[in-house]
DNA sequence: GCCAACGTTGGC
DNA sequence: GCCAACGTTGGC
């Protein structure tokens, strides 16, 4: 299967990629997804050993911080059956989960975050799912822009 | 902090 | 099953 390209949007004053560099292996569960859109692309698409950015929202610089791979597919987000956590969700049932999560390990830190602004301006990049919908925080990324989004760095 | 976009909820 | 109200996201 060809190896998927995504974009996965954080905020770096909760999650960022930074965050990521100092696990353990520099794995995490990216998990905490509660939108339906990206909960299905996350559930039926990601697969191991896709590629991912790593976009940071929210913040003083928005724009992609980086990169990481999927280390593990889509499996129940652990949160939601936890009454305790802010992702808890009291519909949500082991047999029924509602919500999914993966896991990730960074790959590279860009030197600077390739600012939003910076994106737009690029014309190859017009389509990208990042700026025809504003509220996606799992997206498909197309190889072509996979590579043109590198060159920027 | 404002506000637009858009998905979900819930009354009927 | 429609659709208005509501909540959340996210750039600025």
């Not at 059956?81 to 509602?98: G, H, L």
């Not at 600077?112 to 994106?119: D, M, Q, S, W």
């Not at 990042?130 to 822009?145: A, D, F, H, I, Y």
């Amino acid at each position: 299967m060809a190896r998927g390209y995504w974009l996965l949007k954080s905020e770096p004053d909760v999650y960022g990629i930074e965050h990521l560099a100092g696990e353990p292996k520099q794995t995490a569960r990216w998990d905490g997804i509660r939108n339906y859109q990206a909960r299905n692309f996350l559930r039926d698409q990601v697969h191991e050993g896709d590629r991912a950015f790593i976009y940071h929202s929210q913040c003083k610089t928005v724009g992609i911080a980086g990169t990481a791979r999927v280390v593990k597919a889509a499996y129940p987000d652990p949160a939601q059956f936890n009454p305790d956590s802010p992702y808890y969700d009291p519909k949500a049932t082991e047999d029924k989960p509602r919500w999914f999560a993966i896991d990730i390990a960074l790959d590279e830190v860009f030197d600077a975050v390739i600012p939003l602004k910076r994106i737009k301006q690029q014309a190859a990049l017009e389509d990208m799912v990042l700026l025809k919908q504003g509220r996606l925080s799992v997206q498909p990324v197309t190889p072509e822009e996979w590579k043109e989004i590198h060159r920027l760095r």
